[in-house]
């Protein structure tokens, strides 16, 4: 299993480009997650979905998009980047959306905007 | 969700327990405490977690005070390659927002030879 895989790996845009970040599970999990993390901070939520067809927005939604294409992928969109979505992205699984579950995370997608 | 207080930093010995604290005073019933840890540049990995018992696997023991303000977690045998910044976590069982983890600071552990 390779569990949580994330594309790409590094990514450079300039201001008011756009782009997908990629995210897919091979665990059968029914739920996914993005999350952000800035230098030298914890991890923010930025959308999630519980469950196929459905997402809903996290603590910091503003500027991103998301679609569950499926089970087993979910991609995170920007449609026109800013500098302070400058970050590491990171998508994360679980087997259902709740409380005791563990959220399993890629290796993160490392985005610069200039 | 209660919040969580954790030293910046830490230093082990190689070989040595490593005994990270954790305060979450205003903790409540249904709040379970978890552990996660993030290794440089990589995705958090799950370590474990507990409700009010303590609790042991094949990474570690957590071990929560009886009044649940405080736990410990415990990486028996400490190796260089725990090396990371560890995240205590308070999740409520009637989170709505969507199973969030919220992340503070942690404590970056250094394990030294």
């Known amino acids: 299993n390779a569990g949580v895989t994330q594309t790409p790996k590094f990514q450079v845009l300039k201001t008011g480009q756009s782009m997908t970040l990629q995210c897919a599970q091979d665990?059968?999990?029914?739920?996914m997650y993005w999350y952000r993390q800035d230098p030298g901070m914890g991890l923010r939520l930025i959308y999630y979905?519980?469950?196929?067809?459905?997402?809903d927005k996290g603590e910091v939604p503003n500027g991103y998009n998301v679609s569950r294409l499926n089970k087993r992928e979910f991609s995170l969109r920007l449609e026109s980047a800013a500098p302070s979505q400058t970050s590491v992205y990171f998508c994360?699984?679980?087997?259902?959306?709740?409380?005791?579950?563990?959220?399993?995370f890629g290796p993160g997608t490392r985005l610069t905007v200039l | 969700d209660a919040k969580t207080t954790q030293p910046p930093s830490m230093d082990c010995a190689e070989g040595r327990a490593a005994n990270l604290p954790c305060n979450h005073s205003?903790?409540?019933?249904?709040?379970?405490v978890y552990w996660y840890r993030q290794i440089h540049s990589q995705g958090p990995q799950y370590i474990i977690h507990?409700?009010?018992n303590n609790e042991t696997n094949e990474m570690a023991s957590l071990i929560i005070t009886e009044d649940r303000k405080s736990s410990t977690l415990i990486l028996p045998h400490a190796t260089l390659r725990d090396t990371a910044v560890y995240y205590c976590?308070?999740?409520?069982?009637?989170?709505?927002?969507?199973?969030?983890?919220?992340f503070g600071g942690g404590t970056r552990l250094m394990v030294k030879p």
């Open positions: 976590i308070v999740r409520s069982r009637y989170n709505n927002a969507g199973n969030m983890l919220t």
């Open positions: 205003t903790i409540s019933g249904n709040e379970y």
């Open positions: 665990m059968n999990h029914n739920s």
């Open positions: 994360a699984s679980s087997a259902v959306a709740g409380v005791t579950d563990t959220q399993y």
């Open positions: 507990g409700l009010k």
């Open positions: 979905s519980a469950s196929e067809g459905t997402t």
